[in-house]
């Protein structure tokens, strides 16, 4: 699949700091460290109800860590994936009469242009599962040969405790992890399963479903395996991030790691396990189940300044929940306005303080709102002193609008 367009990236003077990160497995965070490639997956969406808040502030957070490797001289290799085959895509289509195929382009298109307008940097290999089924094969056939697939009735599961060290990533108590398996996607009841944990690698063929060819007879990819696949075929083990939502690590990554552990023979899969907070609406989190959804693509239509929708949600930790609400745009507008009014001024107090404080900031596990605040302080100086004494820095301006670009992905 194609991906989007890249926005222009600044260079700065001087050189970034090394990233630090939250790795859920330890719980820590720890610092990253990166070859001079920087390799990082994140999971993409499942194409419908794209791309609502949710989705928005998970890939502005991980284009927050592409722009701080970028920044400290990585060349960054990111992949990110298109579940555009699964049960819940396939039952919207069923729903609403659409064709499966022409829902997952049609929502994969919106999400392209929703990540453009929020200037989301692409990743450089955006991969669907449809066009990786043969890596999926492959990596299946590699956990039969380590003896950790079992048939039943025409679908193969995969042996979670095949690796010794399932678990360790999300480290839930055996009774959490499988009443959330339940809760997202899994089978724990299904009868005749060895283990409740044991996840699906391949569906046989289901009536009306889509199937493809491949030596274990018709049928379609499992969820997990689709990500393990498509990163281990384009980035070696192990990475140095995998990223999504913090629903996702479990039983996603879990098993995702799990089964590129037991395939590759290699521990660990990733470095750092990292996961977004959920966005939420009202205190529900946004959900396409729920349908409380609230869409980048709405907004943009009704005139809303997507730079304002990306200081929205950097004006929140990634790490943290937190409720999207018409304030806080109202809040990240006025924010707008007046760093536009600042850069625009012909002269201004020294900026030079800025670009350490907001590297300080992103490089402690990518703290935006404290980046924020560094650049908030200095807006306000210059409004204050509007070119009198302290305020004579006729590069200033630049300088700010260059490292809003080029750290923070926001265009003043
Ligand atoms: N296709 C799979 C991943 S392989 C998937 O989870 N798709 S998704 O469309 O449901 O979600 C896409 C990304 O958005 C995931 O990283 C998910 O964790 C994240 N996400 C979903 N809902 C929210 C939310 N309310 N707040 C923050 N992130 C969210
Ligand atoms: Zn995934």
Redesign the pocket.
């Known amino acids: 699949m194609h991906a989007w367009p890249s926005p222009d990236v600044p260079t700065l003077p001087g050189q970034g700091l090394p990233l630090r990160l939250h790795d859920t497995s330890t719980g820590e965070v720890r610092p990253t460290s990166p070859g001079a490639e920087a390799t990082i997956y994140?999971?993409?969406?499942?194409p419908y109800d794209?791309t609502?808040m949710?989705?928005a502030?998970?890939y502005v957070a991980f284009d927050l860590v592409q722009r701080v490797w970028l920044d400290a001289g990585h060349d960054v290799h990111y992949v990110q994936?298109v579940?555009d085959v699964?049960d819940p895509l396939l039952a919207r289509a069923l729903e609403t009469g659409d064709d499966w195929v022409e829902l997952g382009d049609r929502e994969t298109q919106l999400f392209r242009e929703d990540m453009t307008a929020l200037d989301v940097l692409p990743p450089r290999h955006y991969i669907g599962a449809v066009e990786s089924i043969p890596a999926v094969v492959d990596y299946i056939q590699k956990l039969q040969t380590a003896g950790a697939v079992y048939d039943l009735e025409g679908d193969l599961y995969f042996r979670v405790h095949s690796d010794e060290r399932f678990g360790s990533i999300a480290n839930l108590p055996e009774e959490q992890m499988v009443a959330v398996f339940a809760e997202r996607g899994g089978d724990p009841d299904r009868p005749g399963k060895e283990h409740p944990l044991d996840c699906l690698l391949w569906l046989r063929e289901r009536p009306g479903d889509p199937s493809w060819d491949s030596p274990f007879g018709r049928g379609r990819p499992g969820?997990h395996i689709?990500?393990s696949a498509i990163a281990l075929d384009h980035l070696a083990s192990p990475i140095d991030v995998q990223g999504?939502?913090?629903?996702?690590a479990f039983p996603?990554h879990e098993m995702g790691a799990a089964e590129a552990q037991v395939a590759t023979g290699s521990w660990p899969y990733a470095r750092h396990y990292t996961h977004?907070?959920?966005?939420?609406l009202d205190g529900e989190?946004?959900?396409?189940s729920r349908g409380n959804l609230v869409f980048v693509s709405r907004l943009r239509a009704a005139g809303t300044d997507p730079v304002a929708i990306r200081l929205a949600l950097l004006a929140h930790h990634y790490r943290g929940d937190w409720d999207w609400t018409d304030a806080g745009l109202a809040a990240a507008e006025a924010r707008l306005a007046s760093w536009r009014a600042s850069v625009a001024a012909p002269a201004a107090p020294p900026a030079d303080g800025v670009l350490a404080a907001v590297r300080a900031h992103l490089a402690d596990d990518l703290d935006a709102p404290g980046a924020l605040a560094a650049i908030d302080r200095w807006a306000e100086d210059t409004r204050l002193r509007s070119g009198g004494p302290g305020a004579e820095d006729a590069a200033a301006g630049s300088l700010v609008r260059d490292v809003a670009a080029a750290l923070l992905g926001v265009r003043l």
Do not use: F, P, Q
Not at 244 to 248: I, M, P, V, Y
């Open positions: 994140v999971c993409g969406i499942t794209a609502h949710g989705h502030a998970t994936n579940t699964d969820w689709e990500c999504g939502g913090s629903d996702l996603h977004a907070g959920m966005v939420r989190k946004m959900s396409k």
